[in-house]
Structures are given as C-alpha cells and as structure tokens.
C-alpha cells in the first residue's frame, strides 16, 4: 500500500504543472484508486475564475476518465506553509466517488495532516432524494 508520505511527494510532482496566473496558487493533487494506480492533478485557472478547475478534480476526472471509479486516499499539496484543504466543491466531487477517502493536506516542506472525507464534508448530499426504487 502506497504510504501518505510517497502520495504527498506525486502531488508535489503534479504541483508544478498547475497553471496559475492569476491567483499564482500552485496546487497539485494525486489521487490513490483502488487499483493502486495514483492520478495526478493540478490546478488550471481561467481568465474567467468560474471556469478554473482545482487539482483534485482534474485528478478525479483523469481517473474516472481511464475508467477508474473507486479511490482509496487523496494527497493534495500547494505552498510550504500550512495544508492545503480541498474546497466545498472538490469535497462534494470526492463524495460521488469515495465518502470513505481519507485525505491528505500537505505542504511541499512534507508536513501534513490526515482527515476522512467525513470530517471535511459533515452531513453531505448525496443523492438520496433523486434515486429512485426499481418497480
């Protein structure tokens, strides 16, 4: 099993492809599918900030795009102060995918913490009023 520390060293790999010239944020993201294989993500502003897109959700796009569907563990990293935390929308997007996932919110000094998707995305929707009983 891939340990946090070698998850958090791909999404520092990831980080440095963002593309961020606007806000100048660098996030990069890998993303642990059960298969073992590890999606890399990073940050792609737009001019017009309702079209960028974060680093876990290219991750997230390029796995379920190769036909991966189940997630083990998310690293996401940006600068070297503090830990980078998924935002309201990645967290809902990992949902869809994995309630179980345990994140990974790091730095590029290495420093990091590790919470369950539950503690980041308290009471999350998930769907439940539009499935519907097969009859």
Not at 19 to 31: D, I, K, N, Q, R
Not at 98 to 126: C, H, Y
Request: with cysteine; aromatic share 8%.
């Amino acid at each position: 099993m891939i340990g946090d520390r070698e998850l958090l060293r791909e999404a520092c790999a990831a980080r440095i492809h963002a593309y961020a010239p606007y806000s100048h944020h660098l996030v990069g993201a890998a993303l642990l599918g059960r298969s073992g294989k590890i999606y890399r993500g990073a940050n792609v502003e737009n001019s017009v900030n309702g079209l960028s897109i974060c680093a876990e959700r290219v991750a997230v796009a390029k796995a379920v795009s190769e036909g991966e569907r189940e997630f083990v563990k998310l690293a996401v990293v940006c600068g070297d102060t503090g830990f980078c935390r998924p935002c309201g929308a990645c967290r809902q997007v990992l949902f869809e995918f994995a309630p179980q996932i345990q994140v990974v919110m790091g730095n590029t000094r290495g420093e990091f913490e590790v919470k369950s998707l539950a503690e980041l995305l308290p009471a999350a929707f998930d769907g439940s009023s539009f499935k519907r009983s097969a009859s």
